[in-house]
Every structure is written in C-alpha cells, then in structure tokens.
C-alpha cells in the first residue's frame, strides 16, 4: 500500500471533539501516522500478523493505520472516554478490527509481556512533566523482548531519551524526524497554529 493511499484512508477519522487540554490531545496528522506504520511494516515487518498495542490512542488514527498493514490483533488503551467513544464511531465506520480498553496507562490490567509492537504517540510531557516516560515505561513492559516499540517525542528530548534508553538497557534509533503542526486549540493558543519538530523512536530491548 502505497503512503498517500494510506494517507485518504486516515482522513477519514473523526478527531476530538472537545479536546483535553491535560491530556494533551492532539490528533497525530495522517501523514505521520502513515509514514509511521509504513516504515514499522516494509522496513522491520513489525506489524502484519503481528499483536499490537497502540497506548494512548485517542480516537484511532494509529489503529486505523495499524490495522490496514494487516496486524492480527489490535488493543487500543485510554484513559479518555469520550475520545474512545468516538474511537469506536471510528471502528464501525471504517469496519476496523481493534478491541479498546479504558484505562490509566499506569494502571493497566496487564503489566506483563504480552505484545511483538507497540504503537504510540503519547503525550510530549507539556502539561504533565515525565508523563512521555511513564508511556515509554509501560511499552517496554507489555512488549516481547525480541517486540519493537514505535514512538513520537518532541526532538527537543532526544538527548535526554538516549541516555533513558542506557538506563532501561534499550536500544533506541530516530527513524526520522517530522514537524507536527499544531492548529489552534484552546482558548490560551495565541497563533492559529505552530509546529513542533517531533522525532520517530523505535526502540528495542538489548538481547542478553
């Protein structure tokens, strides 16, 4: 499937109504989230046939794109449930194949390995100082350790990430860098819109 097909098939996923601000919820833009599951299928085959989370994942766009690369099963987890009722409007209309659970990302059922990808565009830590490495901390946790974990943080915390990743005996690569525009949202956006420069981690745990 080629990125711009993917690209029509994600424009038709409904977004956030009443987007919220704490929660730092923000669309990931089709674009990315196309390029994202491409380059996680053609060039690591991390996807199709594959059990893949998407944590954090709003109204469905990863699971939308995870799911037209052919993963065997899909669990989508938020908190939010209002963004995971529209997630399941999302299901329906595009006859998706995603099972969604509502839960705390440090309060989850499962706490063990259970998932070959993860998939997640979490929150950047704006509003919430760490919450980006609670996310990636939970990842490692339900991710097989021969899995790979795909995830977006601003560029600005890329030092910062490679020396967690030494910490948590992991490896991690930046498989491409993005600029991630942000429209105006909430009522203290002075601009219509900005971009933030968003960095593409895959990240996978050293062999022993």
């Not at 939970?138 to 030494?166: D, F, Q, W």
Request: glycine share 6%; with cysteine.
């Amino acid at each position: 499937m080629q990125l711009w097909q993917i690209e029509e098939l994600l424009a038709d996923i409904k977004t956030f109504e009443n987007p919220n601000v704490f929660l730092e919820q923000y669309t990931t833009p089709p674009h990315i989230a196309a390029y994202l599951v491409q380059i996680a299928e053609n060039s690591f085959g991390d996807l199709k046939g594959k059990l893949v989370a998407d944590l954090g994942c709003g109204t469905g766009m990863l699971c939308a794109a995870i799911h037209y690369f052919g993963a065997s099963s899909i669990v989508g987890v938020d908190l939010d449930e209002s963004a995971l009722s529209i997630a399941k409007q999302n299901i329906v209309k595009c006859d998706l194949q995603v099972d969604l659970v509502q839960s705390n990302i440090s309060e989850l059922f499962f706490k063990s390995a259970m998932f070959d990808t993860v998939v997640m565009n979490p929150p950047f830590g704006t509003r919430r100082k760490g919450i980006d490495v609670v996310f990636l901390e939970t990842a490692i946790e339900v991710t097989y350790p021969e899995g790979s974990i795909y995830s977006l943080h601003k560029t600005c915390t890329r030092n910062y990430l490679h020396k967690k990743m030494l910490q948590w005996k992991c490896e991690g690569e930046v498989l491409g860098k993005f600029m991630f525009n942000l429209s105006k949202t909430f009522s203290f956006h002075r601009k219509e819109s900005m971009d933030i420069e968003v960095d593409l981690w895959r990240i996978k745990k050293k062999k022993r």
